[in-house]
T-cell receptor, first 115, second 107 residues
Framework: DTGVSQNPRHKITKRGQNVTFRCDPI?????LYWYRQTLGQGPEFLTY????????KSRLLSDRFSAERPKGSFSTLEIQRTEQGDSAMYLC?????????????FGEGSWLTVV | GQSLEQPSEVTAVEGAIVQINCTYQ??????LSWYQQHDGGAPTFLSY????GLEETGRFSSFLSRSDSYGYLLLQELQMKDSASYFC????????FGTGTRLTVIP
């Protein structure tokens, strides 16, 4: 499978715990994006990387959230001190920079439930 | 700011044609993309309009009018499997998504 891979697919955690999600992009893609999506809403941008550089962060990305992309390959998204409002699907996507139509390819998402 | 407006829900009959509209207000507009998302699944790319006019891909077509800040997705010969959410989106470094239109296809 050469698509975008995310894990874990589902995570249930207690409020206050830390969680980490991993994303492996399509291998030749140099851009990697993180989005959050709740039921009935469109994906909301969190942050994106070009190679290992984090180019933009949304105001949604509070100081409890941190994303890394060491060596410009896989990426991790960590949420510290989780809150119930963090319950959502976290989507990773990748693309080529400047690709036609800026087509981005999504992974299947990581569902987070904070109890 | 940026905004993308779509109808929240549309219902159509199997075999019919349905049009999902999207109006936008953005700075630095480069084009309009459309994504499909089935319940519990990932958004998948359908089409992109970088220029005004109609782009056709099988049963799906997409249209853009920059002068009207408007686009639409046209789905023909609707099938039950087309029941999903459809999002218009604009590139801006990342991709900014609208809130989506939930399409329900009924027999």
């Amino acid at each position: 499978d050469t698509g975008v891979s995310q894990n874990p697919r589902h995570k249930i955690t207690k409020r206050g715990q830390n969680v980490t999600f991993r994303c492996d992009p399509i291998s030749e893609h140099n851009r990697l994006y993180w989005y959050r999506q709740t039921l009935g809403q469109g994906p909301e941008f969190l942050t994106y990387f070009q190679n290992e550089a984090q180019l933009e962060k949304s105001r949604l990305l509070s100081d409890r959230f941190s994303a890394e992309r060491p060596k410009g390959s896989f990426s991790t998204l960590e949420i510290q001190r989780t809150e119930q409002g963090d319950s959502a699907m976290y989507l990773c996507a990748s693309s080529l920079a400047g690709g036609g139509g800026n087509t981005i390819y999504f992974g299947e998402g990581s569902w987070l439930t904070v109890v | 700011g940026q905004s993308l407006e779509q109808p929240s829900e549309v219902t159509a009959v199997e075999g019919a044609i349905v049009q999902i509209n999207c109006t936008y207000q953005t700075s630095g507009f480069y084009g309009l993309s459309w994504y499909q998302q089935h319940d519990g699944g990932a958004p998948t790319f359908l089409s992109y309009n970088g220029l005004d006019g109609l782009e056709e891909t099988g049963r799906f077509s997409s249209f853009l009018s920059r002068s009207d800040s408007y686009g639409y997705l046209l789905l023909q010969e609707l099938q039950m499997k087309d029941s999903a959410s459809y999002f218009c989106a604009v590139p801006r470094g990342d991709l900014f998504f609208g809130t989506g239109t939930r399409l329900t296809v009924i027999p």
